[in-house]
């Protein structure tokens, strides 16, 4: 990465001097907003300060990497879209506290720290200290910026530790409810096809002297018992996994969900290799599960499905043109297919405005391996 040249190192200290100014009005609206939430004011207060905070914290950060030549991840927790639920999300994110404590370094240390690197500049007889010192300077306080707005190696291992254990959990559940399905749609389906399947056989038997035409009845009623047992069983199996995905991959897989649908869907991938096998089934239903809400719920006209691998990443976007207003927390079928992918590190993002349009981004981190099996792209 090439670092900064002096004069960009200057503008980065001339735009710390004007952000330090809204630092300050920032904190003090933060701690009064803190200070009165026993009335409706300081909630409002809030409201205005802490995204504003995150506004000018982000332009620190990304000032503060390009000084340092790293890169840092935005590191705050996601925000419910609950007024409430989201209040109570920030204010137990650490991060809300660290840009607090950050606000008042900002708009002290910091700001003279960014003052006299432009007054160097300014001057003559400062000069050659500008050219010489400003390098240090900058990068001391990029450091401290960071040091209050990055996670440490150790914070994000116990987030990681977090996350982990509250995924495990989740996939626990979810593998136990897979289970119960699984048991309910055997008991209801095959097993009473069968039960009646014996019976008819042991009536036939009985019934095959004395009574032949009767008992070949009972044969015929059997074979067709036979062949509903059968096609239930199919139907449990493909729950678990479809025989399409295993042999024409996710494309191909979800190009035959696409043609199910009574609204056009057309599907546009760019995989180069299939993804491991139960990162596969997992993108699979869930994308069946968007194409689902989509049949009941959206009353669109079209949907595209876009799948790419990018950055080590099956990015899979499924968007409609329908009515919008798609909440996923609302319902369990979206609430699982976010367990589902949570378990392989993947994340679900939904926006779905009332009167529309709604797009579902699916992501799970995975490798590609071995060449794809059918064609790139089709439409439905």
């Not at 050659?128 to 914070?155: C, G, H, N, V, Y």
């Not at 070949?216 to 069983?233: E, N, P, V």
């Not at 909440?327 to 926006?351: H, I, N, Q």
Request: hydrophobic residues 50%.
């Amino acid at each position: 990465m090439t670092e900064p040249s002096r004069l960009r190192l200057t503008a980065y200290a001339a735009a710390q001097l004007v952000l330090g100014i809204l630092a300050l009005v920032l904190a003090i609206l933060t701690v009064t907003g803190a200070a009165l939430m026993v009335v409706w004011v300081g909630g409002l207060l809030l409201a205005i300060s802490v995204p504003l905070t995150r506004v000018v914290a982000d332009a620190h950060r990304r000032m503060a990497t390009d000084v340092l030549g790293l890169e840092v991840p935005r590191p705050y927790r996601p925000v419910p879209s609950h007024p409430w639920h989201a209040l109570v999300a920030v204010a137990r994110d650490p991060m809300t506290w660290r840009d607090l404590a950050w606000l008042v370094w900002a708009c002290t240390f910091g700001w003279v720290i960014a003052l006299i690197c432009v007054l160097e500049l300014l001057a003559l007889v400062t000069w050659p200290l500008w050219w010489w010192t400003l390098r240090p300077k900058m990068r001391a306080r990029s450091q401290i910026d960071l040091w209050f707005l990055a996670t440490s190696r150790t914070e994000r291992l116990q987030q990681r530790v977090q996350v982990l254990t509250e995924t495990r959990a989740e996939a626990v559940d979810s593998a136990a409810a897979e289970l119960r399905r699984l048991e309910r749609d055997l008991h209801d389906g095959p097993q009473a096809r069968l039960v009646a399947l014996s019976m008819s056989l042991g009536l036939a038997e009985q019934l095959l002297a004395e009574d032949p035409d009767a008992a070949r009845r009972l044969i015929g009623d059997a074979r067709t018992t036979t062949s509903a047992a059968i096609g239930d069983l199919r139907s449990v199996v493909r729950g678990i996994h479809p025989p399409v995905l295993a042999d024409r991959g996710l494309t191909g897989a979800v190009q035959a969900l696409a043609l199910d649908m009574a609204v056009p869907v057309t599907v546009v991938a760019d995989l180069d290799g299939r993804p491991p096998a139960p990162v596969e089934s997992a993108v699979y239903f869930a994308v069946a599960e968007c194409l689902a809400n989509v049949g009941k719920h959206a009353r669109a006209d079209a949907v595209t499905i876009a799948m790419t691998h990018v950055d080590g990443r099956v990015r899979v976007r499924v968007h409609d043109d329908g009515v919008g207003g798609a909440d996923p927390g609302a319902g369990t079928g979206m609430l699982g297919v976010r367990r589902r992918l949570a378990a392989f590190d993947g994340t679900m993002s939904v926006s779905s405005p009332t009167g529309g349009p709604t797009e579902v981004i699916l992501e799970v981190p995975c490798d590609l391996s071995s060449p794809r099996t059918t064609p790139s792209s089709g439409p439905g």
